[in-house]
């Protein structure tokens, strides 16, 4: 990686066919990362100082669920279809015919982000997890996703020869799994509403399966992509990886039932929760196989730090199952812990780690300065430990506090104030990290700022000949 | 090899099974769960849990608007599973009955503040302190806590103008208002109030008794 040595491979007409949809979905995805890190934080400040969170708008509940709707849609799921199309396309060397309709459901996709964040800090939050946006967002979101969604999926098939490589089957896998995950919770949860605890399980059941069998696939497909060479990965184990992805998708769902161990919900959902969750140990070890070892990329160390954040994720979730550990750790800041680690560690950081190798590729320019990779790759590292480690430590100690009826409730918060203190740090430091990384990107679009203009107009030009090209031969 | 297909219905059939198994499920055993009625002496029948009155619906719309769920649960867990019934939190466990009437329920994920399952049953006869929605850290030995309230929902109005609101918070100390001013609740506040006040669970139900009460000898 070297500033000389700025013209790496000539984009050829697939990575031109991917530059406008692969292009809007990812930085509209990181503009996303950068404002949910921030509420987050915002959230986190006000929660140490409850006098600041006076104001009617940014109080800590309303930023913390408007900031799980930043991150989890607005980042992760636009962050990883964009990566998600670039390796279906780029795999099979096959162009995107269908870039412009593509970019314009991720348009839309903004939009319906935009008014669940914005819906929620104006106080229309529906107070469910996972749908906490307002039920207008959730159609939004809908008809851009079956835009994006039916956009990829006819492109492809339409030029696909061959078979699958396993990065594509993954992608593949998600792009099936989220308009029925979508649509099943959004009808039960706006549209023909249920009633009483049921949405409550139905916003668990579509927690876990958004996270296991939509994200993760995505992720694994963008860290398998960067260790592969003419789309085919380079594993250790291939097998594993095929059987623990199988194993994800069959556990995904079910351990929905771990978030509501002990509550208010038949004894058997729980039992399955915890059967779920323990076995889900499985297809981590089988994919965990896979996911370290050399790689040469510029993005290489995130993607073992994303991959160590996979493992420990898998591992915490099965262990949390158990009763034993459910009892200490449940309703505790734990929980929340492990959320922001499956998020930001191991799908923030896979995605980063792909996106490392994806934009250079687009632009035809490779990343100016080696040493702010460096400082992206170790402020995120640190940033993640110390927004994690603490939220452990801190969860363990509550959990045992609230277990003992003589402690009050401010003594327990008491003891825990100093691991939500280091944790707001981790978040500042771990927000830092990815303004290095956005103000590398923008450097590397002004050294080459000729050659990006010429390439903003040629991309529209492209689109538009391309449009008219498909219409006149529809006709 | 034909993949298509076989990826096509593989993610068709796990997506199905967890969903039948987590969502169909569930909803054929709870979905017509009804509230318990039953008859007294004199043949008036009863039915428990009972519906919200109108100004506490209000407020629960307030509660969730406001994330004040993102500290707070609604679901008293057994004694096998924490020590909820032992901090005072309810009188039993609370069951799947007890939401019926939620539209919908809110049990929530998070207890950096207290459970409010029964937080009306613990108010007894005393009635809402608002000052607890204006500022937490004002009532009595509260100073640490982490409870940001809703000082939002209150108005300073000067008594000149409007007359002494009956309903105004009587503040003392630093947190006193100038000489001729007044805080008085919003619509809002009050009927987020009533909200907090209509929470509580201690009916008996079929799947789920009171503890007995100790018989006097």
């Known amino acids: 990686m070297s500033a000389e040595n700025s013209q790496i491979t000539r984009p050829d007409a697939v990575d031109a066919s ?12 990181l503009a996303w990362l950068i404002a949910g890190l921030a509420l987050l934080l915002g959230a986190s400040l006000v929660r140490q100082l409850p006098s600041l969170g006076g104001c009617e708008y940014f109080g800590f509940g309303k930023m913390a669920a408007a900031a799980r709707v930043a991150l989890t849609y607005g980042f992760a799921i636009q962050t990883g279809l964009g990566v998600g199309v670039w390796i279906l396309f780029r795999s099979s060397s096959r162009p995107v015919p269908t870039g412009l309709a593509v970019a314009a459901g991720s348009v839309m996709w903004n939009i319906g982000v935009a008014t669940g964040v914005v819906g929620i800090i104006l106080g229309e939050a529906s107070g469910i997890r996972g749908l906490d946006f307002p039920a207008y967002t959730g159609g939004i979101l809908l008809a851009a996703y079956f835009l994006i969604g039916l956009a990829v999926l006819v492109g492809f098939g339409a030029n696909f020869r061959g078979s699958l490589k396993l990065p594509q089957l993954l992608v593949l896998a998600a792009l099936l799994w989220f308009p029925w995950l979508l649509t099943t919770a959004q009808v039960l949860v706006f549209w023909m509403p249920v009633r009483g605890i049921l949405p409550a399980l139905v916003s668990s059941w579509y927690e876990q399966g958004l996270f296991w069998g939509v994200l993760t696939p995505l992720t694994l497909a963008a860290l398998w992509h960067v260790r592969s060479e003419d789309g085919s990965p380079k594993l250790a184990r291939p097998a594993f990886a095929v059987l623990g992805f199988w194993g994800l998708l069959l556990l995904a769902g079910w351990t929905g039932a771990t978030a509501l161990v002990g509550g208010p919900i ?20 089988l994919i965990g196989f896979n996911l370290f070892g050399r790689i040469s990329s510029p993005g290489g160390s995130l993607a073992i730090l994303s991959g160590l954040s996979f493992v420990l994720t898998g591992t915490l979730t099965a262990m949390t199952s158990l009763r034993c550990a459910n ?41 100016p300065r080696a040493e702010l990779i460096l400082g992206h790759v170790a402020l995120s590292g640190l940033g993640l430990a110390l927004s994690f480690l603490p939220l452990l430590l801190g969860g363990w100690i509550q959990g045992n506090h609230l277990n003992l009826p003589q402690w009050s409730v401010n003594s327990v918060n008491g003891s825990l104030l100093n691991c939500l203190r280091l944790q707001g740090l981790g978040l500042l430091v771990l927000l830092g990290a990815q303004l290095v990384f956005l103000g590398h990107w923008v450097l590397l679009c002004v050294r080459h700022f000729p050659a990006v203009k010429q390439f903003a107009i040629g991309l529209i030009q492209e689109e538009i000949l391309k449009t008219q090209a498909t219409v006149r031969s529809a006709k | 090899m034909n993949q298509g297909p076989l990826l096509f219905f593989g993610v068709l059939a796990t997506f199905s099974a967890s969903w039948y198994g987590l969502v169909v499920a569930p909803r054929l055993q709870l979905g017509d769960l009804s509230p318990q ?139 006193a208002l100038k000489g001729g001013s007044q805080l008085v609740p919003t619509l809002k506040a009050e009927q987020l109030a009533a909200y907090l006040v209509s929470l509580r669970q201690s009916v008996e139900l079929p799947e789920a008794a009171l503890p007995k009460k100790e018989e006097a000898p």
């Not at chain 1, 991917?18 to 995805?29: D, Q, T």
């Not at chain 1, 922001?340 to 990343?367: D, H, M, N, Q, T």
């Not at chain 2, 029948?45 to 969730?64: D, M, S």
């Not at chain 2, 009306?120 to 006869?125: K, N, S, V, W």
Request: positive net charge; hydrophobic residues 45%.
């Open chain 1, 266 to 285: 038949p004894a058997w959902i729980s039992s399955v929760g915890v059967v779920a969750g323990v076995l889900l140990i499985i297809p981590v070890v």
């Open chain 1, 327 to 367: 009892r200490i750790l449940h309703f505790t800041v734990f929980p929340q812990a492990l959320s922001e680690l499956a998020l930001l560690g191991f799908v923030g950081l896979g995605l980063l780690a792909s996106l490392y190798v994806i934009l250079p590729r687009l632009a035809g320019f490779a990343w």
């Open chain 2, 37 to 175: 009625g039953s008859t007294n002496d004199i043949g008036v029948v009863t039915y428990v849990p009972a519906e919200r009155a109108g100004a506490a619906r209000q407020g629960a719309e307030i509660y969730r608007a406001q994330g004040c769920t993102e500290c707070h649960t609604q679901q008293v867990r057994p004694a096998s599973e924490g020590s909820d019934l032992a901090r005072g939190w309810g009188q039993r466990r609370s069951v799947a009955r007890d939401y019926v009437f939620e539209a919908p329920a809110i049990p929530g994920f998070s207890r950096l503040g207290p459970d409010l399952a029964n937080y009306g049953e613990r108010l007894g006869t005393n009635a809402f302190p608002l000052v607890r929605l204006y500022n937490p850290r004002l009532l009595t030995n509260n100073a640490a806590s982490l409870c940001p309230g809703a000082p939002y929902l209150f108005e300073v109005s000067r008594t000149k103008d409007r007359g002494v609101s009956p309903t105004a918070l009587a503040l003392s100390g630093a947190a």
């Open chain 1, 18 to 29: 991917c530059r406008l949809p692969v292009l809007k979905l990812v930085l509209g995805g």
